[in-house]
Nanobody, 123 residues
Framework: QVQLVESGGGSVQAGGSLRLSCAASGFIFSINAECMGWFRQAPGKEREGVAT???????TYADSVKGRFTISKDGAGNGLTLQMNSLKPDATAMYYCTSSSTEVLGRCEWHYWGQGTQVTISS
C-alpha cells in the first residue's frame, strides 16, 4: 500500500520561501518509476496541479508558479520535494503530494494522495 506523508508547510510572509517534502513508501518499484506531483486546494476553489513529474521524468509546472517553484525526486530516499520561492498570498492553500504508476494517453492517472500540509502566505 502506497503511503504519502507531506511536511514542511507553514506560515510565511509574501516574498518568502518554503520547502515541502513528501515521504513516500510502498512502491512496488522505486519512486523513479512513478508519476509524482504536488497539487493544492485553496478554500472555495478546486484542487489544481502545481508541479508534476511523469514517468519519463518530464516536469510540468502551473503557469502561476513557473520560475519560482522547483519539484524534484529523491530517488535514493523515496521522497519528493517542492521548493517554493518568492511566495505570493495567492499560494495560500493545502498542498497535497500525489503519485501514480499508470499513465493514460501520456497523462498520469493520480491514484494515491497524502493528507496535505497547509501553506499560508501573508501580505
Amino acid at each position: 500500500q502506497v503511503q504519502l506523508v507531506e511536511s514542511g508547510g507553514g506560515s510565511v510572509q509574501a516574498g518568502g520561501s518554503l520547502r515541502l517534502s513528501c515521504a513516500a513508501s510502498g512502491f512496488i518499484f522505486s519512486i523513479n518509476a512513478e508519476c509524482m506531483g504536488w497539487f493544492r486546494q485553496a478554500p472555495g476553489k478546486e484542487r489544481e496541479g502545481v508541479a508534476t513529474i511523469d514517468r519519463s521524468g518530464t516536469i510540468t509546472y502551473a503557469d502561476s508558479v513557473k520560475g519560482r517553484f522547483t519539484i524534484s525526486k529523491d530517488g535514493a530516499g523515496n521522497g519528493l520535494t517542492l521548493q517554493m520561492n518568492s511566495l505570493k498570498p495567492d499560494a495560500t492553500a493545502m498542498y497535497y503530494c500525489t503519485s501514480s504508476s499508470t499513465e493514460v494517453l501520456g497523462r498520469c492517472e493520480w491514484h494515491y494522495w497524502g493528507q496535505g500540509t497547509q501553506v499560508t502566505i501573508s501580505s
